[in-house]
């Protein structure tokens, strides 16, 4: 079973490769915009990017490439990139607007984009195939094989990620920050020392000012892997000083840096050190400039972290509670919150796992997200508490085999290797 899924995955890879090598018959986009100054701001800012440059100077660059020229579609689409909160959807909203008058290549993409802005993102992966039907028309437009690339990370689809940056590389220019994704493709293969060397030799290329991120999470997933906790969390404080002193946290808050600190604080057992990061993280959400919906999101995910906690300290009863008060909030938060079901689904398989009632925790984690390693791997311990153990050693093989490139993988991966080889 699971050298057929490796077998279907190889074709899909050879199926992309090819599609995407057609380099003399490929197309680049055309500029919709007569304006030399918004073509040369344009470049700019896609040369800050691909060298991790990120903060408010983004946005600025952004601004003037729609005052040079109101209606370039693209213009509004990279200011929809570089702003926070609704400032971000109002921006891609005029951006698409301006698209029915652009050159096809940009409305095929400002629309395909469409999935990864609206609901937050939850369903991003639905860009895909149109963005992988507009890279086969214009296989020399290298911005499509570099968010194809990120989207694919996101589906877990590693190996084909891995075929789009490469890609992306080929058709160039030069980008450490493409160079930092392929980097990402030694975790998978388990070459953690050697991707840690990439990571620092990329890192010492970078402008100063630059913001990281595949450097400095992909640095602290090679140390989970490897079951140093210690350094992991200093690699993400590392990040958290980069991410601060380049005025990004200005844009969007640091929540996220912090809830990675204390997640691996809690799979580690640091109980205590967990519950402060998460408190933490959230302080810098309130006063931020995301909207409403989205800081009512990272109060979710602080009910879901301190329930963890509880659940860990072995505060049974106070843990459900708290997965009860994650459930109402999806329930009163009518039909935008529905993608948050999985979520609670995992949350209630966590604490019930921990409080040893497996048989109910198999029923919950059956429903969380599949794709998730460390979903699996829970749900994997919960069959193997039952006695399950074919359908655990199944999910634990699973889990080796995915390709995810998340923090998810790296702190389910170890164990999950042990149990097979045990």
């Given at each position: 079973?699971?050298?057929?899924?490796?077998?279907?995955?190889?074709?899909?890879?050879?199926?992309?490769?090819?599609?995407?090598?057609?380099?003399?018959?490929?197309?680049?986009?055309?500029?919709?915009?007569?304006?030399?100054?918004?073509?040369?701001?344009?470049?700019?800012?896609?040369?800050?990017?691909?060298?991790?440059?990120?903060?408010?100077?983004?946005?600025?660059?952004?601004?003037?490439?729609?005052?040079?020229?109101?209606?370039?579609?693209?213009?509004?689409?990279?200011?929809?990139?570089?702003?926070?909160?609704?400032?971000?959807?109002?921006?891609?909203?005029?951006?698409?607007?301006?698209?029915?008058?652009?050159?096809?290549?940009?409305?095929q993409f400002i629309?395909?984009?469409?999935?990864?802005?609206?609901?937050?993102?939850?369903?991003?992966?639905?860009?895909?195939?149109?963005?992988?039907?507009?890279?086969?028309?214009?296989?020399?437009?290298?911005?499509?094989?570099?968010?194809?690339?990120?989207?694919?990370?996101?589906?877990?689809?590693?190996?084909?990620?891995?075929?789009?940056?490469?890609?992306?590389?080929?058709?160039?220019?030069?980008?450490?920050?493409?160079?930092?994704?392929?980097?990402?493709?030694?975790?998978?293969?388990?070459?953690?020392?050697?991707?840690?060397?990439?990571y620092a030799a990329?890192?010492?290329?970078?402008?100063?000012?630059?913001?990281?991120?595949?450097?400095?999470?992909?640095?602290?997933?090679?140390?989970?892997?490897?079951?140093?906790?210690?350094?992991?969390?200093?690699?993400?404080?590392?990040?958290?000083?980069?991410?601060?002193?380049?005025?990004?946290?200005?844009?969007?808050?640091?929540?996220?840096?912090?809830?990675?600190?204390?997640?691996?604080?809690?799979?580690?057992?640091?109980?205590?050190?967990?519950?402060?990061?998460?408190?933490?993280?959230?302080?810098?959400?309130?006063?931020?400039?995301?909207?409403?919906?989205?800081?009512?999101?990272?109060?979710?995910?602080?009910?879901?972290?301190?329930?963890?906690?509880?659940?860990?300290?072995?505060?049974?009863?106070?843990?459900?509670?708290?997965?009860?008060?994650?459930?109402?909030?999806i329930v009163d938060?009518?039909?935008?919150?529905?993608?948050?079901?999985?979520?609670?689904?995992?949350?209630?398989?966590?604490?019930?796992?921990?409080?040893?009632?497996?048989?109910?925790?198999?029923?919950?984690?059956?429903?969380?997200?599949?794709?998730?390693?460390?979903?699996?791997?829970?749900?994997?311990?919960?069959?193997?508490?039952?006695?399950?153990?074919?359908?655990?050693?199944?999910?634990?093989?699973?889990?080796?085999?995915?390709?995810?490139?998340?923090?998810?993988?790296?702190?389910?991966?170890?164990?999950?290797?042990?149990?097979?080889?045990?």
């Amino acid at each position: 079973m699971r050298t057929f899924r490796t077998v279907g995955t190889l074709v899909s890879v050879v199926a992309l490769a090819a599609a995407s090598m057609a380099a003399d018959a490929g197309r680049k986009f055309e500029w919709s915009t007569e304006s030399a100054e918004a073509k040369q701001l344009l470049t700019e800012l896609q040369g800050r990017i691909e060298s991790m440059q990120f903060g408010p100077e983004n946005r600025e660059i952004a601004l003037k490439i729609v005052a040079a020229d109101p209606d370039f579609a693209m213009g509004h689409y990279y200011l929809s990139a570089t702003s926070p909160g609704q400032a971000a959807v109002d921006a891609y909203e005029k951006s698409r607007e301006l698209a029915a008058g652009a050159s096809e290549g940009e409305r095929q993409f400002i629309e395909a984009m469409s999935h990864v802005i609206a609901n937050q993102g939850a369903n991003f992966q639905d860009s895909i195939p149109p963005l992988e039907e507009l890279a086969k028309a214009y296989s020399k437009q290298r911005l499509l094989f570099v968010i194809l690339g990120q989207l694919y990370n996101g589906t877990g689809e590693g190996d084909k990620a891995r075929v789009a940056f490469e890609r992306a590389k080929e058709i160039g220019p030069y980008s450490l920050r493409v160079e930092s994704f392929l980097a990402g493709d030694e975790l998978l293969q388990g070459r953690y020392a050697k991707a840690r060397e990439a990571y620092a030799a990329i890192e010492k290329q970078l402008p100063e000012g630059s913001v990281p991120f595949t450097i400095r999470f992909g640095t602290t997933f090679s140390h989970l892997y490897e079951g140093k906790t210690d350094a992991a969390i200093e690699s993400l404080t590392r990040y958290l000083e980069q991410y601060r002193a380049s005025g990004s946290n200005q844009q969007f808050p640091e929540v996220f840096i912090h809830n990675a600190i204390a997640r691996i604080n809690l799979e580690a057992g640091r109980l205590e050190a967990a519950m402060k990061a998460y408190e933490r993280g959230y302080e810098s959400v309130p006063g931020s400039s995301l909207p409403e919906d989205q800081k009512q999101t990272w109060l979710g995910r602080l009910r879901h972290g301190r329930c963890r906690v509880l659940a860990k300290q072995g505060e049974h009863e106070k843990a459900w509670q708290e997965a009860e008060a994650v459930r109402q909030m999806i329930v009163d938060g009518g039909e935008p919150a529905e993608q948050f079901w999985p979520a609670y689904h995992y949350l209630a398989g966590y604490v019930l796992l921990e409080a040893g009632k497996y048989e109910k925790a198999v029923e919950h984690l059956e429903q969380a997200n599949q794709q998730d390693p460390f979903q699996k791997l829970l749900l994997a311990r919960a069959h193997e508490k039952l006695g399950h153990d074919g359908d655990a050693k199944e999910i634990y093989g699973q889990i080796v085999d995915s390709k995810w490139t998340g923090i998810e993988r790296a702190l389910a991966f170890p164990e999950a290797k042990q149990k097979l080889e045990s």
